[in-house]
């Protein structure tokens, strides 16, 4: 029993929500567990099981996108992506709180008869929007916007509606010719 303590003593010791087969590339919610964050309980805790033994072996399971600042102490969400033909192996009702989504399979989850699987997918892309003025526009005050836009390009300077009064100068000119 003490040999087999010592031998596994790295995962007793970091216990986590989840189990990985690497063999059968199955992320496992263990029994019991009812909400899983995917950040915490799936991506951290898989990065740490890759280091332990000779776990590094199995093809990656995951990659991410996300968290980038924003400015203002924000940040843009996580997303997270089974990669390698990696799955979510769900025994019981579980509550996934995350965005989680796979590169080989229409979903991530695979699922015993009978499991629920509730997805929370929570994101903060969109902190804010910083935006002054009316929501509404007619068709008016929509082509006024566009034929007054200013162009940036440093050859033609000006706004949309002189580049176009421009061109079609000249394809007037040409079509009289």
């Excluded at 509730?118 to 994101?123: F, K």
Aim: hydrophobic share 40%.
């Amino acid at each position: 029993m003490i040999q087999l303590l010592n031998n596994w003593q790295e995962d007793w010791l970091n216990y986590h929500k989840v189990t990985f087969d690497g063999v059968n590339r199955l992320i496992i919610i263990n029994p019991g567990e009812t909400i899983v964050n995917v950040k915490q309980d799936i991506y951290s805790s898989w990065k740490e099981w890759s280091l332990i033994r000779d776990h590094i072996k199995y093809l990656p399971a995951m990659r991410n996108t996300g968290g980038d600042p924003i400015g203002g102490n924000q940040f843009t969400g996580d997303t997270y992506f089974l990669i390698n033909n990696w799955r979510i192996f769900i025994s019981g009702a579980c509550e996934i709180d995350g965005i989680v989504y796979s590169d080989n399979f229409p979903t991530p989850f695979v699922t015993a008869s009978g499991a629920n699987v509730v997805r929370n997918t929570v994101s903060s892309l969109v902190q804010n929007l910083g935006f002054s003025g009316s929501l509404t526009a007619d068709n008016e005050q929509i082509a006024g916007a566009v034929w007054d836009y200013l162009m940036t390009d440093a050859d033609t300077p000006g706004s949309v509606g002189e580049r176009l009064g421009k061109l079609l100068t000249v394809a007037k000119y040409l079509g009289l010719k």
